[in-house]
């Protein structure tokens, strides 16, 4: 059975530091992992989408990168806002049919202070 | 604009009721899932439809109950067998089929059950 853990499960950091988090899975044969944003109260907001077979994918301030041997995932986030502060979840989808699970993670409670 | 809609955003329920969640979409895609996620916790999978008059049971599907009769809709039924209710709800959506998309998540409903 896949297991997603997410360390730290909170960080808070100053505004304006370079930050990363980290997701790993216990099951490597996974066909993709997705990183979401969710505020409070909030659903999901997806933020970045890594195929098995990419090594990384960027947006903005935002890196993902994927080393499916070693089962992990790390999310760095470059000059950190207060705006950042949320929860962030990472997820691992089993395979290419919408059929297939998405596992997430607790998630990591993020706060960038002013 | 397209997107997920939740409603209500708030419910609340006397314990022996049955109550229904509604998700709608105007994304036009194919697959719906619905989650449950707990405080602390990452998303367990409810139910899922990859297409309409079709539905599969997820993780924890137990004292719950669905329907897919449009492919705009995926209504979730609460159901008094449901032993801990309470709980925040999102809906999500994905085109479906055989396609590594990623999901897209409604606002959530927060049901509570007393």
């Known amino acids: 059975k896949q297991e997603v853990t997410q360390i730290p499960a909170a960080l808070s950091v100053p505004e304006g530091e370079n930050l990363v988090l980290n997701c790993s899975f216990t099951d490597s044969a996974i066909y993709n992992l997705q990183w979401f944003r969710q505020d409070p109260g909030k659903g999901l907001t997806s933020l970045l989408l890594?195929?098995?077979?990419?090594r990384e994918q960027t947006s903005g301030r935002l890196n993902a990168s994927l080393d499916k041997s070693s089962g992990r995932s790390t999310l760095y986030i470059a000059a950190s806002q207060p705006g950042d502060s949320a929860t962030y979840l990472c997820a691992v989808k089993a395979g290419q049919t919408s059929g297939s699970r998405l596992t997430f993670g607790e998630g990591t409670q993020l706060t960038v202070n002013p | 604009d397209g997107g997920i809609t939740q409603s209500p955003k708030y419910l609340f329920r006397k314990e022996g009721q049955n109550v229904t969640l509604s998700c709608e979409q105007n994304l036009n895609h194919d697959a719906m899932y619905w989650y449950r996620q707990d405080p602390g916790q990452g998303l367990r999978l409810i139910y899922y439809s990859q297409i309409v008059n079709d539905f599969q049971k997820g993780d924890i599907a137990e004292g719950y109950s669905v329907s897919r009769e449009k492919k705009e809709s995926f209504p979730l039924t609460v159901t008094s067998a449901q032993k801990n209710p309470t709980a925040f709800y999102l809906c999500?959506?994905?085109?479906?089929?055989?396609?590594?998309?990623?999901?897209?998540f409604g606002p959530g409903t927060r049901l509570t059950v007393t």
């Open positions: 999500a959506s994905s085109i479906g089929g055989r396609s590594s998309y990623e999901q897209y």
């Open positions: 890594i195929q098995s077979s990419q």
